[in-house]
Structures are given as structure tokens and as C-alpha cells.
């Protein structure tokens, strides 16, 4: 029997012994999946309060997924979604009578008397989705588990990915057409045409390189190389210092060359403008002491996060961005630098150093696309350029 719209849970049948322990319910809302439908059918617009977040997977039922597929085709192609309309859709992709007949379409207009709370009705099936997705997760993870040729690591971090994965559902998507993402593109180019001077990226403080480049993009792996001592650390550094400092950016600083204290100092000396060297000797004038402290005051107020593992491993790095992105947000990430860091917690111990690299390059990319920020990540080129 349903249990309605206050359980949310679809019993599924079945009985059990007194022995038993009895079956788990598969999270599932019958009567709000029919209110959805129905409420798409009385009222032509109110598609458009859902069709943002609500996807047509999210059914439990396969022929709800099929009835809300059809009213997204009509709702593409500007054709009102009712009775008719929808009868014939149905009957032009061969399930109509799969989904149960105009009977079943007819029933579901019937026992909807209102659409007024139709995205109240979306985000039950919307909850239920997310709890059957946790509970395949789930599966797949104890199935790794009990795998003992797996290793710990790799096993922990695709556990990490899965449950990422769900909660990050809405922002994942299978191959799209272009018309499903045209409207998003249009929308980006008239905000930047109405708003001159503003950026879509994360802005840098440097203005010919936002101007260039918009502020660096979401999504984006931007490698910053050079020979040793040319300055790459401080650029990169003053990068992520701008981007925090004056706009307030979430920036995360994976730092494998220097320790955490060694790049605070860095950070405050380019903020009080005192040598770094001098800072690191103590040689502090009297008067420079309350620059030093307002620095210091400025620079405790940001949200930059510095990790200074020595060793990292992509694993690692990935782990850590995943968490501190569901706990604090996330903006930014820098790398310093590609070449110190470990494809594997082995080392890399099957692949020559140039494979590793390239993993390195990719993965960092993955997990850029992933928490849709940019990573910036350092790479030493060998002095033997200058030789070219």
C-alpha cells in the first residue's frame, strides 16, 4: 500500500518471518511523483518552476521518467503540455500504452487538484532521488570494501568520490545538446555586456591579466612555469593573496616547497612591503612594527587555507579541496609545485616520471572540473631552455 505524500517511502511489497528482520523500504514517493505530473498537466507554466532542478532520473517510477521527458519536449519546443499534446507525444515515441494509456494520463490530471504547490511536490521526488542514490553509493562502497587486493587509499578516495558525487548531483550532467546549454552562454553575455568591467573569473588584482583574461575561469587548470628563481612562487602567491584579500575569495594553498610558516611570511612581507629577508633575520625598525601588525590583522581576515604536506599525493590534494569545499566553499586552489608532487600514495611506482607528470596534469584538471574552480599549478622547467 502507498504511503503518501508524509513517509515519502515506497513499501515495495513483500512480507517477512518473525525471524526476519524486515525489508528496508526504497525511499520513494508515489503520490508526489502523480502530483508532479499531474500539476505539469493543469498548468502549462508551472514547468517552469522545477525544470531547473528537477531531473527526469529523479522518478522512480519508469513511466513517470518517461510522461516527464515528453512534457520537457513539448516544454522545448513551446507546445503546451496537456492532455492532448501529451497523449500524442506519447503515442509518437511508441510508450504510450507502456506508461498505461490515455487511462493513466487521465488519472493523473484527476487526482491533481491544484498546481499551486507543484515545486513542493519536485523537491520530495527530488529528496527521494538523492536517498537512492546515497543507498547505491553505499552498496558500491561495501562492495570495494570486502575487495582485500584493492588498496586502502584508492578504496577511501573513490568512496570520497561517490558520496561527492551525490551531493554534488545537481551540478553533473551526461552528454547535453547544444540547446540546453545555448540559454545559459546567452544569459553570460548579456550580464558581461550590461556590466562592463565586471568578471566572470576570480579577479587577480593584476588588470592588464583580468582584462586579458576575465579573471580566472571556473573549471580551469592554469599551469604557471618557469625556471627556478624567476618569481613563480611570489606571482602565484600575490594571485591568490589579491584574489582573497580584495574580493574576498576561498582560497586553498597546497604548498609542498615551503612550510606553512614560510609562506605566511612570504604573504605578510608582500603585504607590509618589508624584505622577506629581513623579516627572516628579525631586522624590524621600530617604525615598521605597526605596518607589520596591521599586515598581519589584514591578512588573519581572509579565507586562505595553506596545506604544506611535503610529498602530496594527487589523492591527497584531492581529498583535502573536496573538504574544505563542503565545509568552508571554495574559490581558488594553487599548487607549488606540480614537480614535488606524487601521482599515487606509491610513488608512481609503475609509470616512468614524464607518465606520472601527465596523470598529475590530468587528474588536477579533473578535480577542476569537478568543484568548477580554477587550479593554479606551478611547474619548474629545467634550466637547460636557455639552451634552445
Do not use: C
Amino acid at each position: 500500500m502507498d504511503n503518501g505524500l508524509d513517509t515519502g517511502f515506497d513499501s515495495g511489497g513483500g512480507g517477512s518471518s518473525i525471524n526476519e528482520a524486515p525489508l528496508k523500504a526504497t525511499p520513494a514517493n508515489m503520490e508526489a511523483e502523480k502530483a508532479v505530473l499531474g500539476s505539469l498537466l493543469i498548468d502549462p507554466d508551472a514547468i517552469i518552476k522545477i525544470a531547473n532542478f528537477l531531473r527526469a532520473e529523479d522518478f522512480f517510477r519508469e513511466r513517470h521518467t518517461w510522461i516527464y521527458e515528453a512534457v520537457l519536449l513539448l516544454h522545448e519546443r513551446r507546445e503546451p503540455a496537456d492532455f492532448v499534446t501529451l497523449v500524442d507525444e506519447l503515442e509518437r515515441s511508441g510508450r504510450l500504452e507502456e506508461i498505461g494509456g490515455p487511462a493513466y494520463v487521465t488519472e493523473l490530471i484527476n487526482s491533481t487538484p491544484t498546481a499551486i504547490y507543484v515545486d513542493f511536490y519536485a523537491r520530495i521526488v527530488e529528496r527521494t532521488a538523492i536517498l537512492r542514490r546515497l543507498i547505491n553509493a553505499a552498496g558500491r562502497i561495501a562492495e570495494l570494501a570486502y575487495d582485500e587486493s584493492k588498496d586502502v587509499n584508492e578504496v577511501v578516495d573513490r568512496a570520497e568520490q561517490l558520496i561527492f558525487g551525490v551531493s554534488e548531483s545537481r551540478i553533473h550532467r551526461e552528454l547535453v545538446p547544444i540547446r540546453s546549454v545555448m540559454g545559459n552562454v546567452v544569459d553570460r553575455i548579456d550580464f558581461l555586456s550590461r556590466n562592463q568591467g565586471n568578471l566572470m573569473g576570480v579577479p587577480t588584482g593584476f588588470t592588464l591579466l583580468d582584462k586579458t583574461l576575465g579573471g580566472l575561469q571556473k573549471s580551469d587548470l592554469i599551469i604557471l612555469a618557469g625556471r627556478p628563481g624567476m618569481g613563480k612562487s611570489s606571482l602565484a602567491l600575490s594571485l591568490a593573496q589579491n584574489a582573497a584579500q580584495r574580493y574576498a575569495a576561498r582560497v586553498a594553498i597546497f604548498s609542498l616547497e615551503m612550510s606553512s610558516e614560510q609562506m605566511v611570511q612570504r604573504l605578510l612581507s608582500m603585504e607590509a612591503g618589508i624584505d622577506s629577508h629581513r623579516l627572516r633575520m628579525g631586522e624590524v625598525y621600530e617604525e615598521e612594527w605597526p605596518i607589520l601588525m596591521e599586515a598581519a590583522n589584514k591578512l588573519a581576515t581572509t579565507n586562505i587555507f595553506i596545506d604544506d604536506t611535503p610529498g602530496a599525493t594527487v589523492m591527497d590534494i584531492r581529498t583535502k579541496a573536496r573538504r574544505l569545499y563542503a565545509e568552508h566553499g571554495l574559490d581558488m586552489i594553487m599548487i607549488d609545485y606540480m614537480q614535488l608532487m606524487s601521482g599515487s600514495a606509491g610513488g608512481g611506482r609503475n609509470e616512468n616520471r614524464q607518465q606520472e607528470i601527465s596523470y598529475i596534469s590530468r587528474s588536477l584538471k579533473g578535480l577542476a572540473r569537478e568543484l568548477s574552480v580554477p587550479v593554479v599549478a606551478l611547474s619548474q622547467l629545467s634550466r637547460a631552455v636557455e639552451s634552445r
